[in-house]
């Protein structure tokens, strides 16, 4: 009796938590459509990141939020600072987006001595959705950034 107790019981939290997931972007024809999250993380999580494309701003990312950008198709590099400073960028994540194609990326900050980065890494679209339903949307004006390829 107790194992079916504790059976069903891991199972309705289970089914509850595997279908509650946030919306999902729509792709549009002629842009690309990039989707930049930051999951959960203890560690430097009042402290949030300029996102950067072709060195144009996008957003400012924080903890365990996300947001949506339509970039030109192209050649883009993506950079990130922390905070609102105004430093030089200095790592960068290459991608080629093509028009038509949601690309999801997941930024993870690292720590160092005496910085602190974030990394991107491309993810598909099964790993987002595992994620998304704890993230919110981030306060940023995302609608068609002028990032063009070069």
Same mark, same amino acid.
């Given at each position: ?21 946030? #919306?999902?972007?729509?792709?549009? #024809?002629?842009?690309a ?5 930051? @999951? #959960? ?22 903890n ?23 430093? #030089? ?5 290459d ?41 919110? @949307? ?7 950034? @002028?990032?063009?390829?070069?």
């Amino acid at each position: 009796m107790r194992y079916a107790l504790c059976t069903g019981l891991f199972l309705a939290v289970a089914s509850g938590t595997c279908f509650a997931q946030g #919306p999902m972007p729509t792709p549009t #024809p002629d842009m690309a459509t990039v989707v930049f999250y930051r @999951p #959960p993380m203890l560690g430097q999580a009042a402290t949030n990141f300029t996102v950067r494309a072709n060195g144009i701003e996008l957003c400012r990312l924080s903890n365990k939020r996300y947001f949506v950008s339509k970039l030109k198709p192209g050649e883009t590099s993506f950079t990130s600072v922390a905070g609102g400073l105004n430093l #030089p960028d200095q790592d960068k994540f290459d991608m080629t987006l093509e028009p038509g194609k949601v690309y999801y990326i997941q930024g993870d900050v690292k720590t160092r001595l005496m910085t602190v980065k974030m990394t991107f890494t491309e993810v598909t679209e099964s790993t987002y959705k595992k994620k998304n339903a704890d993230l919110k @949307p981030d306060n940023c004006e995302t609608s068609a950034a @002028p990032a063009t390829g070069q």
